[in-house]
């Protein structure tokens, strides 16, 4: 047992009838630290933080949370944990203050203590205002709040967080993801999942990337980048009729936009982007535009697999 | 941004005792914040109890007063079936609102939440069946063994209502939707509780129906009651009454926690 590690997984299964949601992931998440499942819709990411919470039995393998071991002793792991699920798991009819207060009951904390630490969990997560408002009146930055809030009662070893700002406008987005470099920096290991290479990039020490139940990448951001390259360079020629030559002019790495003229290459940095401007030039190529962009999730799942993401 | 997480140690977990007035708790200001739902638990009953003693009372026993007499304890015991439906659609909208999900990540046993369910299902019987009782008292219905029988026969509905909960606990594990688990409920009940004797005498029905009707649990419930607040109940009747619900939880409690489990 390494004790330096929040999570330690092995070959983790679990299908439903034929569908291998989870096929044989190991993880290893060091303790503090924000790590990040990156995947499309429907790889398995939901599925594979719900078996690190306890709540889907794996069909095979192994893993440890905090060092106790999730076959064996799901309540000890249960104490060291806490969960925030895609949808807010609150009580809708209930007001904000009286969903925090049940909870805390549920811990342990008695009465007045309950209401004590309902207060303060407000105050922080700047919803004092709206504590006598029933959650089904909340708006959705609210929720996510609130719902994070629930997961904070007592001091979770590692936090789980499904797609935490799926559905948010930009700024409480920011506010997520504030609340979640706070939590980090106070050592709550924070393992997340997001649709987002953004979010992935901004917030987490370390990637996986998964895809059909597997892990196919995992590293820091900028490993994953050297990968994909750090960005990725768009061009459109001004003749269409040119479209084929300038993509064999950009090389093998380079796809072609199956809608538009456009071409996209994966780039290292501003000298090979350059570069290949160059090329272009030299063949006459004229450009209606060019751009350097962060490489999207597809191009990521691109450049890992060959293939276009699910 | 600054969150305060608490340092030192944690409170013990609460005791099962504490978790259940938690969730009785719930239960209240569930009430409180959405009263319409007691018009939901209650309506049925009170337009039952009107139409059938006003309409149907004076040609089936005779008189109002006299049909009153006879129909207050079914309506009772329909009452509290009719009434475990609504624990059903409750645990579906805990479902699928992901709220069960943080509940079972907590430390407490784990069918500590179901044990909170059945505890605001109780209260909810309770409330419900002292509006109907209420009513019944207010046009003139006496149950011959007062208080005592009163107490007696609403520990019997908690006990029918325990009982009978699990099968929409089952049904709400298993369906998709509280309304999938509405529609299927009344589905069940309306035939289990009209093939009764909650409304009429089975004398006049025909021979099968009256075969089924004898050993339908609600009738045997029914009975049971109606000898409770007569003050004349036996051991057997009490006995037969508890039969039914007391199968259900053997069978429906470990199916509860083994479906709970392969969620």
Redesign the interface.
Known sequence: MQDDLAIRARGLRRSFGDLRAVDGIDLDVPRGMIFAILGPNGAGKTTLLRILATLTRPDAGEAQVMGHDLASHPERVRAAIAMTGQFASLDEDLTGRENLVMLSRLWGFGWRAARGRAEELLAAFDLSEAAKKQVKDYSGGMRRRLDIAASLIVSPGVLFLDEPTTGLDPSARAGVWRLIRGLAAKGVTILLTTQYLEEADQLAGRIAVIDHGRKIAEGTSRELKAQTGSGVLHVTPLDPGNREIALGLLGEAAQADPEGARLSVPVADDTEAAAHLARLAQAHIRLAEFSLGAPSLDEVFFALTGKEAA | ???????GP?????SPA??AL?FA??AV??FR??PEQLFDLVMTPIMFTLLFTFIFGGALAGSSTAYLQWFIPGILVQTTVFNTVYSGMGLST?LS???F????????WSLAPFAGLMVGDMLRHTIAGAIILGIGLALGYSPEAGLSGILASFALLLAIGFGWGWIFIVLGLVVRTPMTVMTLGFAVLFPVTFASNIMVDPATMPGWLQAFVAVNPVSLMTTALRALMAGTATAREIGLALLGPALLTLLLAPLTLTLY?R?
Do not use: E, N, Y
């Open positions: 941004m600054s969150i305060p997480l608490p340092q944690r409170p013990a977990a609460p504490s978790t938690t708790w719930r200001l569930k914040h959405v805990d609102k992901g709220l999900d943080r509940f079972r990540s907590l430390p407490i489990r969620r």
